[in-house]
Each structure stands twice: as structure tokens, then as C-alpha cells.
């Protein structure tokens, strides 16, 4: 008897009956607030196994973000203007419902500890469930990244703490517009 997972493969992609994507379409969803070199990590792996990378700015009043989700869409354009292959937008609502109008296969979700792993296990069981045909990868954070959040990004830069090797220059020049001398300010 066939493995069952093997014989999924062969019938999603082995048969002429099943019509197959043109292109490998991801996203990469996230709040981004404020993006990091560890966000853009996993955006530069990621996008080379996939024809198109979205990165998708969650919507999300409850968390009460630093930046507007229009302030965050711009920063990522920036940040990643350099990638032929990725493109930057906006959702709210379910994430699988935004893959589904996106025309997405994939979604990638950057784990840097095992701490991440059991909430995003979670996350990728639920969706799919309700949609088995998006399939959720994850992408290890470099050993570099692992220690970076955007949570404690903006803890180490309201302490007055030095970010500058932690965030792109466009997250930088905004945050020192901000703060002043918050994001440019030495070690302790």
C-alpha cells in the first residue's frame, strides 16, 4: 500500500487531471512593528523558493502598534526594494482568506526559538483546517537573528538602548524621528 502522503503529492502534482499553479505564490504575514534584519532574514531565504513572496502587514489595532499599518507597508517596501520577487501588502481578518485572494499556496512563518514553534504549530493546524489546501513552511531565523523581536526591539530602543544593528535604515531614520536620540544612543 502506498504512503498516503506520497500518493497526496503524486495527486496534487503528478496528475494532468489536477490543474497545477503557474507560479509559487507565499506570504509571509506579520504585524512588522517595526520590521528587523531578522524579518528580513527570513524574507531573503524565503523568497527563493517561491515565483512571488508577499509580505502581509496584519492589521491590528489591539496590539497597539508603534507604527500605522500604512508606516510599516512603507518601511517593508523599502526594506526589501532590492527583491524582484516580493511585494508588500495589507490584510485583516483571517489569514487563509487573504491567501485564497492572493492565489497563495505557501505560508512561511519565521520560528527563532522552540518557544515560537508550539504557537505557530497551533496557528498552522487551524489553518489548515480551514483551508487544507495552504500549506504553512517554517524558516529557522539565522543564529545572527534569533535573539531579535520587534517587541524587544522597541523595549531596548524606548530604554535608549542601540538599535542600529538590529533594524533596517528606513525603521532607523523613523524611530530617531520618534524618539531623537532614543534609536542613535550608545551601549549603556
Do not use: C
Not at 10 to 23: C, Y
Not at 33 to 61: C, K, M, Q, S, W
Not at 81 to 91: H, K, L, Q, R, T
Amino acid at each position: 500500500m502506498a504512503d498516503p502522503l506520497i500518493q497526496l503529492e503524486i495527486t496534487v502534482w503528478g496528475n494532468n487531471s489536477v490543474e497545477q499553479p503557474a507560479s509559487r505564490v507565499a506570504i509571509y504575514p506579520g504585524t512588522f512593528d517595526p520590521i528587523t534584519y531578522g524579518h528580513l532574514d527570513v524574507i531573503a531565504r524565503a523568497r527563493r523558493f517561491t515565483d512571488l513572496l508577499i509580505v502581509a502587514v496584519l492589521r491590528n489595532e489591539h496590539k497597539h502598534p508603534l507604527f500605522s499599518v500604512a508606516e510599516r507597508t512603507e518601511m517593508l517596501r523599502e526594506s526589501v526594494a532590492g527583491f524582484p520577487n516580493v511585494e508588500v501588502d495589507s490584510f485583516e481578518g483571517l489569514l487563509v482568506e487573504f491567501a485564497v485572494v492572493r492565489q497563495a499556496s505557501l505560508i512561511i512563518r519565521g520560528i527563532r526559538a522552540i518557544s515560537d514553534y508550539e504557537n505557530e504549530w497551533q496557528m498552522a493546524h487551524m489553518n489548515r483546517r480551514l483551508r487544507p489546501d495552504v500549506e504553512t513552511i517554517f524558516v529557522m531565523a539565522s543564529e545572527a537573528h534569533s535573539f531579535v523581536s520587534s517587541r524587544l526591539v522597541k523595549e531596548v530602543w524606548k530604554l535608549g538602548g542601540n538599535i542600529s544593528g538590529l533594524v533596517p535604515p528606513p525603521v532607523l531614520s523613523r524611530l530617531e524621528r520618534l524618539g531623537g536620540q532614543f534609536a542613535s544612543k550608545g551601549p549603556y
